[in-house]
């Protein structure tokens, strides 16, 4: 059905996702930090990014603005389980003002990952 990237530096997030996306007929490449990241999406086609926010090297804020500035029609769905010194809330609200076109905090059940890919596929 569609490609997808794949951005996250915990490996089990990365291979759960990877898993349900393929569950639900997609392929996806995965990338352990943002800069790996946006490697990949220069050198890639991809129908939607799935990118978490805090990460190593290059953070999803980052992420979500380089691609926004390379195609500003690519979708792009932000996860965030939190983060020590930010509020939830408050990071996925940056992250929709930076301009996210949805965002998903963690933990999230295989059908809220599904709802929201497949929403914004249709859009793309």
Same mark, same amino acid.
Request: glycine fraction near 8%.
């Given at each position: /059905?569609?490609?997808?990237?794949?951005?996250?530096?915990?490996?089990?997030?990365?291979?759960?996702?990877?898993? /349900?996306?393929?569950?639900? &007929?997609?392929t996806?490449?995965?990338?352990?930090?943002?800069?790996?990241? /946006?490697?990949?999406?220069?050198?890639?086609? %991809?129908?939607?990014?799935?990118?978490?926010?805090?990460m190593?090297?290059?953070?999803?804020?980052?992420?979500?603005?380089e691609?926004?500035?390379?195609?500003?029609? /690519?979708?792009? +769905?932000? +996860?965030? &389980?939190?983060?020590?010194?930010?509020?939830?809330?408050?990071?996925?609200g940056?992250?929709?003002?930076l &301009?996210?076109?949805?965002?998903?905090?963690?933990? %999230?059940?295989?059908?809220?990952?599904?709802?929201?890919?497949?929403?914004?596929?249709?859009? &793309?």
């Open positions: /059905m569609a490609h997808l990237l794949v951005i996250d530096d915990e490996i089990l997030i990365r291979d759960a996702i990877e898993i /349900m996306l393929e569950h639900d &007929g997609h996806a490449d995965l990338a352990e930090d943002g800069a790996a990241g /946006m490697e990949m999406f220069n050198q890639g086609n %991809f129908d939607l990014v799935i990118s978490d926010i805090f190593p090297v290059k953070n999803g804020f980052e992420v979500l603005s691609i926004k500035n390379i195609n500003s029609l /690519m979708n792009v +769905l932000i +996860l965030s &389980g939190g983060h020590q010194d930010t509020d939830l809330n408050d990071s996925l940056k992250a929709k003002i &301009g996210a076109d949805e965002v998903l905090s963690k933990p %999230f059940a295989h059908t809220d990952l599904s709802e929201k890919v497949n929403q914004l596929l249709k859009l &793309g």
